[in-house]
């Protein structure tokens, strides 16, 4: 995540804090969206239980 990245990056810790923040804002985000994908198509939701299919395979 670009946001945990450029936390690292800091010793300023009131910018770490707002930039870890934000990074878990945007893994909110990411839920919210995948959420609605998984309703709305089908294939998606067939090709990703394909791919952890083929992860636990490694």
Not at 5 to 14: F, W
Not at 16 to 38: D, P, Q
Not at 41 to 52: A, N, R, T
Request: glycine share 4%; charged share 40%; hydrophobic share 35%.
């Amino acid at each position: 995540n670009l946001y945990e990245q450029l936390a690292a990056t800091t010793n300023d810790e009131k910018i770490k804090k707002v930039l870890s923040e934000i990074a878990r804002e945007e893994k909110t985000h990411v839920g919210e969206f995948l959420t609605v994908l998984l309703e709305k198509d089908s294939e998606q939701v067939k090709e990703l239980e394909k791919g952890k299919e083929e992860v636990n395979e490694l």
